[in-house]
């Protein structure tokens, strides 16, 4: 049994099973999302794809130096930085199926349009970096070649499903980081893979229902994991787990507070501190990230716009 994780650009101390393509993102770009990768009897199972090439690539390399297919992509949610490989994937392994939530669906009629008109403005204009103007055409593109993006299997309730000859604990969190996020648990490795469940330096609440998250949070705590793998982040402990777990609460109460949001974004900085890596800018991230969220927050009554979650936005989700 083994378990990769790509993306994170970090050694994997603590791992002896893995084996980690690191592909840091270079300054400017867009994130890619970890990816983990596990392995089954007939073949590999892929927990998300990225969003560059490189990313695809590493995973790519992965499976050929590993000598196995890749049978099944699990799709956390529709983010690009977590589905815009799988045409990439689907090329190399025209066999494999991809697992995940219906959500996309919503997304392919309203967020990623309406993205598409937001970047618009930015694509020619100098003053931003020509690495993110990249990503944004790139993202363009792929949101064009979007319904490729869409799951064989759609997953629209939490299962037991056997991949590749291996049985994996597959939840369906609905109404939390989007309005379908799937997270998976597998037993025998002690592994959660988690999506954006859980992202540094800051939750990132744009398409997000708070109280549905929170709930998505509470399940997984209730899951037996040793390592929990965040959408954006280093592996964790269940302590490291559980600080997120508390943090995030928090922070999601003080945006309905009315305290003033730099100093949500402070206490959110300094409760994290623990789980950022050691670059100082990490710091400075994650607190000017968590003043523009609770604004998000604020701007649209304690949660996205994009939230679908039928309830007041206490009780969403
Ligand atoms: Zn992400």
Redesign the pocket.
């Known amino acids: 049994m083994a378990v990769a994780v790509a993306g994170l650009g970090i050694p994997l101390s603590g791992w002896p099973e893995a084996a980690a393509p690191a592909v840091p993102t270079p300054p400017n770009h867009e994130?890619?999302?970890n990816s983990v990768i596990f392995d089954a009897p007939a073949g590999l199972i892929v927990m998300?794809t990225g969003r560059h090439d490189w990313h695809a690539r590493a995973i790519l390399a992965l499976a050929r130096e590993r000598e196995q297919d890749i049978v099944a992509i699990v799709n956390?949610?529709w983010?690009l930085?977590?589905v815009s490989g799988n045409p990439a994937l689907r090329a190399a392994y025209p066999g494999l199926r991809v697992y995940a939530s219906n959500a996309i669906d919503g997304a392919l009629s309203g967020f990623l349009p309406a993205s598409v008109k937001d970047s618009a403005p930015y694509l020619d204009d100098p003053t931003v970096p020509e690495e993110t103007r990249a990503d944004m055409r790139l993202d363009r593109a792929t949101i064009q070649r979007g319904s490729e993006l869409r799951p064989d299997v759609v997953i629209h309730s939490s299962t037991v499903l056997s991949l590749a000859g291996r049985q994996f604990h597959i939840h369906l969190a609905p109404n939390a980081?989007t309005s379908g996020d799937v997270w998976l648990f597998d037993p025998r490795s002690g592994v959660a893979a988690l999506?954006?469940l859980v992202?540094l330096p800051a939750p990132?609440l744009d398409t997000a229902c708070p109280e549905g998250w929170k709930s998505a949070l509470a399940k997984v705590s209730a899951a037996p994991f040793r390592i929990a793998i965040p959408?954006?982040g280093a592996p964790m402990q269940r302590p490291q787990f559980l600080l997120y777990r508390r943090s995030f609460e928090s922070f999601i109460d003080c945006s309905r507070s009315d305290r003033p949001k730099e100093s949500c974004a402070a206490d959110w900085a300094q409760a994290v501190r623990p789980l950022l890596s050691a670059d100082p800018l990490e710091m400075r991230r994650a607190q000017s990230m968590s003043v523009y969220y609770v604004g998000l927050l604020r701007a649209n009554g304690g949660r996205s716009k994009y939230c679908e979650a039928r309830s007041d936005p206490k009780r969403d989700g």
């Open positions: 994130p890619d999302g998300d956390s949610h983010h930085d977590h980081a999506g954006d992202t990132f959408g954006h």
